[in-house]
């Protein structure tokens, strides 16, 4: 089992920026972390991910640019950093972890465990 517990959420104005940390616990080995954002009446959508074993990092074509994954290996910790922040990007914004490798990972169904989320609102 993996617990992950968001943080940094919080309100901005456009052009701002935030950045999100997931810590996990419990069985901390995950090679596939992910983030997702939803908004009101919107599916969850996939944001960003990393593996965590090589680094590497996607991201979603509407953060491209504006967001980076990165991780501390140390603190057992994914952070999201985001900057230029636009409305659009409001929502609910979840951390996920796979338990296995997978290349799935845009995938909502690929993601075994889930943190509770944490809100960005961002207003123009």
């Known amino acids: 089992q993996v617990q992950l517990v968001e943080s940094g959420g919080g309100s901005v104005q456009a052009g701002g920026s935030l950045r999100l940390s997931c810590a996990a616990s419990?069985?901390?080995?995950?090679?596939?972390m992910g983030w997702f954002r939803q908004a009101p009446g919107k599916e969850r959508e996939w944001v960003a991910a990393?593996?965590?074993?090589?680094?590497?990092?996607y991201y979603a074509d509407s953060v491209k640019g504006r967001f980076a994954i990165s991780q501390d290996n140390a603190k057992n910790t994914v952070y999201l950093q985001m900057n230029s922040l636009k409305p659009e990007d409001t929502g609910l914004y979840y951390c996920?972890?796979?338990?296995?490798?997978?290349?799935?990972?845009?995938?909502?169904?690929?993601?075994?465990?889930w943190g509770q989320g944490t809100q960005v609102t961002v207003s123009s």
């Open positions: 996920a972890a796979r338990g296995t490798w997978s290349t799935r990972w845009a995938e909502r169904s690929a993601y075994n465990y």
């Open positions: 419990g069985n901390t080995f995950s090679p596939l």
């Open positions: 990393i593996y965590t074993g090589s680094g590497n990092t």
